[in-house]
């Protein structure tokens, strides 16, 4: 029970990775957890595109790049995405932190609880490869940019099934560094009634 807590309470987003490869063991253990989270009526809907190629990946990153340039922002836009925008325009830019290993999570577009149940399996993934001692990171840009058609094409020759729209994805890999100490947490987040 401890160690479950601790594992919880350790994890952190990772941003900078080793070139190395995740093991296959590691990677099926990290995958297993994700078809263990639950899901509406156990309808187990969600799919999941891993993607290890380093091409793909680069090919990937160039069409995420080019939704951002096209993408058109003012002050009400989500802050990351105004960031992003901004961040892509770097040559350097890689929306995947260069992680060796990406795993996009997809679900059936017209089920209601397509978001929450592919966010569960996301956050199983986290705290997996937290316990392998892996770094990972939850990053959106192909939620936002998963029904630009070019995008959405790639995403499709890469495994995405058609029927399916986006709903995260996960980058994992050997962090490159020191473990991030914790964000401050936010207070008056929690309300109990007795």
């Keep these: ?11 952190r987003s990772i941003r900078k990775y080793l070139e190395d490869q995740i093991l296959d063991e590691d990677l099926s253990i ?3 957890a994700a078809k263990h989270a639950p899901s509406g009526g ?12 380093k091409e793909k ?14 993408l058109e922002v003012n002050e009400n836009t989500y802050r990351s995405i105004r960031s992003g925008k901004v961040a892509a325009k770097n040559e350097a830019y890689s929306f995947y932190y260069n992680a060796p290993t990406l795993i996009i999570v997809t679900n059936e577009r017209n089920y209601g609880n397509a978001m929450a149940d592919s966010a569960c399996a ?3 993934m ?5 316990a392998l001692n892996l770094g990972s990171c939850y990053v959106n840009q192909l ?45 008056n987040t929690v309300t109990i009634i007795k």
């Excluded at 495994?159 to 207070?187: F, L, N, Q």
Aim: hydrophobic share 40%.
């Design 1 to 11: 029970m401890k160690e479950v807590i601790e594992n919880i309470l350790s994890r």
């Design 30 to 32: 990290i995958l297993e």
């Design 42 to 53: 156990n309808s187990q809907t969600w799919h999941f595109t891993v993607l290890q190629n």
């Design 57 to 70: 990946l680069m090919e990937l990153n160039k069409y995420v790049r080019a939704a951002f340039d096209k």
């Design 122 to 124: 996301i956050e199983n």
């Design 126 to 130: 986290l705290l997996a490869s937290n």
């Design 143 to 187: 939620t936002w940019f998963g029904d630009n058609n070019d995008l959405r094409e790639l995403l499709i020759e890469l495994g995405v099934p058609e029927s399916h729209k986006v709903c995260g994805a996960i980058i994992v890999g050997y962090r490159d560094g020191d473990m991030p100490t914790a964000a401050k947490r936010k207070e």
